[in-house]
């Protein structure tokens, strides 16, 4: 990516950015610009450079964030309601790490509130229009950040992945999104989704990109205890040779010219030299039945802090506290976060709890076994990110279980903690992006990056 | 699956929000489909299967017991609600 010099000044990089983001302003695609922010940060960046200051790897590059990290510029709402009126007096781990290095956050971007959803249509503030067709979603839930990134808007952007919200939407709209393995980088600033499966990561237009943010912002942090060890720059590139796909994938609920891609790719590996193994994974089937009881009951659990009192939206002319509470959630969320709120809470009443929460927990560790198995068959595995290229606006967002199939490719990562990679495969007979992920090992995030410009010139 | 009203109240109730009557007839709706989809779980065995609930892969994780350097103040937190008095956030009466 282009960095900020004596000729091609930060303050430069970053008006061009504002001026794109103003050209495409009825993609809906952020949910606050800070022009005053990042103007004042980028001259600071020129000050230095004019003076010979050392500056970081990412001087001047104009990024974006999802509304759902927070940091000190405009409020954090999690494109919810309930949260309009917080302005974070913190920043997120992962961003003043960018920040540190010279990047400089142009804006907040639309996503499904509290990142509930696949194709940003459940965003407070209306949704995000697809980049290669305006009548199509964006994909969900960082909808606005990944068309950011394919408008060129900004060089990167940051986003969360629970159960495909990175993969998807950049599948969508033909630029790489990674999902690292569970813990690699800190999640403290963070808006909390599902403990146990919320991700942070980005989209690039490269690589090579990925990879340097992946240097940057990966790596243990004090504020947040569940992060692993630093391991990221260390990581050795294995010698991979057998590349896995799932034939369970390979069936009338995929679109055919996704499959055919999937195919194509398969053969340009072969030709150079790779062995594609087929592998058999029947428990994945069963992941996003588990997905959406172990993800609702966690996001009822999180969600239960969001009452009016402390921060964010709160309701006017309630009696007494209880009536506050109530009203203010009542208002406050999504009609898809009640949803989930609710089945959250069905799934770990009493009387349910063991057909629904345990049953799914018991599940999960048939997919962890399922994916070790794999991966001693071959190095990685390459699959469709969605059964769908993106779809029409309007078209599934009445119908919750046709939402949640969007996931049903992606979820199993998450549940296993396992690293998953979006990247570009090209494009339908109607120009629609298709997106293909690489999945590999916990802590193979590098080797996936790496081996991804295989599949570029594949 | 049936969902009956009684239940869309109660699991409304524990999760603090009131349901109006349209929403009650929606909720039953969706959350009929979505439990409907979620129920599949019936056909898989999971006989001496253990459960997992979380991929991190420590146990616990210490650390000293010592107040760290925080970067919020009491005062960047107190100014984020919506009323406050004497370093107190001010509600509705409860009694």
């Not at chain 1, 499966?197 to 004090?222: N, R, V």
């Not at chain 1, 929460?357 to 999960?364: D, E, G, P």
């Not at chain 1, 339908?428 to 992006?433: M, Y």
């Not at chain 2, 109730?13 to 009131?18: G, Q, R, V, Y």
Request: aromatic residues 8%.
């Amino acid at each position: 990516m282009k960095t900020a010099n004596k000729t091609v000044t930060a303050t430069r990089l970053v008006q061009d950015a504002l001026d794109k983001a103003h050209e495409f302003e009825d993609y809906n695609i952020f949910t606050f610009l800070d022009e005053k922010g990042a103007l004042e940060k980028a001259a600071e960046i020129d000050a230095k450079i004019a003076a010979g200051e050392k500056v970081g790897r990412l001087a001047g590059v104009p990024f974006a964030i999802k509304d759902n990290f927070l940091a000190p510029f405009g409020d954090t709402t999690a494109s919810a309601h309930i949260l309009q009126g917080f302005p974070s007096p913190i920043t997120a781990t992962a961003v003043a790490k960018l920040e540190a290095e010279g990047a400089i956050p142009i804006g907040r971007t639309n996503l499904d509130a509290f990142a509930h959803g696949s194709s940003t249509e459940n965003s407070y503030f209306g949704p995000t229009l697809n980049s290669h067709d305006r009548e199509r979603v964006a994909g969900g839930s960082s909808g606005g950040s990944a068309v950011a990134v394919a408008l060129n808007i900004v060089e990167f952007a940051t986003g969360t992945d629970t159960g495909g919200s990175i993969r998807q939407p950049a599948s969508f709209n033909g630029v790489y999104g990674l999902k690292p393995t569970y813990g690699c980088i800190s999640r403290y600033g963070v808006v909390a989704m599902a403990s146990s499966t919320d991700c942070i990561g980005f989209f690039t237009k490269t690589p090579d990109d990925m990879d340097l943010l992946m240097e940057i912002a990966s790596g243990k942090d004090s504020k947040d205890l569940t992060t692993l060890d630093d391991y990221y720059n260390n990581n050795k590139i294995a010698n991979v040779n057998k590349i896995g796909v799932i034939k369970d994938f390979d069936n009338d609920s995929v679109d055919p010219e996704i499959r055919e891609a999937l195919k194509n790719k398969c053969e340009a590996l072969k030709s150079k030299g790779y062995e594609i193994v087929e592998l058999e994974m029947p428990a994945l089937k069963y992941a996003l039945a588990a997905y959406y009881i172990i993800v609702p009951a966690e996001i009822a659990s999180n969600l239960s802090r969001y009452d009016g009192v402390r921060y964010g939206f709160r309701s006017e002319n309630s009696k007494g506290l209880n009536e506050l509470y109530a009203n203010t959630r009542d208002e406050g969320f999504m009609p898809e976060n009640k949803r989930r709120i609710m089945i959250g809470n069905f799934v770990l009443s009493s009387g349910f709890y063991d057909a629904y929460f345990l049953k799914a927990a018991k599940v999960r560790t048939l997919i962890i076994k399922e994916y070790a198995a794999a991966f001693l068959k071959c190095d990685f595995i390459l699959t469709p990110v969605a059964p769908n290229p993106a779809f029409k606006l309007g078209e599934k967002v009445n119908d919750p279980v046709a939402m949640y199939l969007e996931d049903m490719m992606s979820v199993s990562l998450n549940l296993a903690g396992v690293p998953g990679l979006a990247i570009p495969a090209g494009e339908t007979k109607n120009g629609l992006p298709i997106g293909l992920q690489l999945v590999g090992p916990r802590r193979s995030d590098k080797a996936l990056i790496e081996f991804s410009k295989v599949l570029e010139e594949a | 699956m049936e969902v009956e009203s009684d239940t869309i109240l109660h699991l409304a109730e524990l999760s603090n929000f009131s349901v109006s009557d349209d929403e009650r007839m929606s909720l039953k709706k969706d959350l009929g489909e979505i439990l409907k989809y979620i129920s599949q779980l019936d056909t898989i065995d999971v006989t001496d299967v253990e459960p997992t609930y979380q991929v991190f892969e420590m146990e616990n994780v210490w650390r000293d017991d010592e107040i760290l350097e925080q970067e919020a103040t009491r005062e960047d937190l107190l100014a984020l609600t919506h009323e406050q008095k004497d370093n107190q956030i001010k509600v509705p009466k409860v009694l």
